[in-house]
């Protein structure tokens, strides 16, 4: 079992940047893909990137690519996401999340084991 949480939300303007941090409890945290969705009101639970265990390869949504970099310290059994020129349409709950290796490749929520409580991410215009 591994549990998840998320920190580092907030109310920020556009333009604004934001670094999110995703705290592992498993000391294998190192063999698993991580991933970082979020989930507006109203809305599905998307994804928007992830990253392999040994962090050799990273995938964006492209609604993100070129402004959110995910990485990840296996030392610190932490996940990041940071978030530069945050668009109001970035708005929404963001969780990380934990899989197995096949995650990293099918990026839908239902491939994922573990998941954080979430953290809120606003941006005003």
């Known amino acids: 079992q591994v549990q998840l949480v998320e920190s580092g939300g907030g109310l920020v303007q556009a333009g604004d940047s934001l670094r999110l941090s995703c705290a592992a409890s498993q000391r294998t945290f190192g063999s698993y893909a991580m991933g970082w969705f979020r989930q507006a009101p109203g809305k599905e639970r998307e994804f928007v990137a992830a990253?392999?265990?040994?962090?050799?390869?990273?995938r964006y949504a492209d609604s993100v690519k070129g402004r959110f970099t995910i990485s990840r310290d296996n030392a610190k059994n932490t996940v990041y996401l940071q978030m530069n020129s945050l668009k109001p349409e970035d708005t929404a709950v963001y969780y990380c999340a934990a899989g197995p290796p096949s995650s990293y490749e099918r990026g839908w929520p239902g491939s994922f084991d573990y998941w954080g409580q979430g953290t809120q991410v606003t941006v005003s215009s």
């Open positions: 990253i392999t265990w040994s962090s050799g390869s990273t």
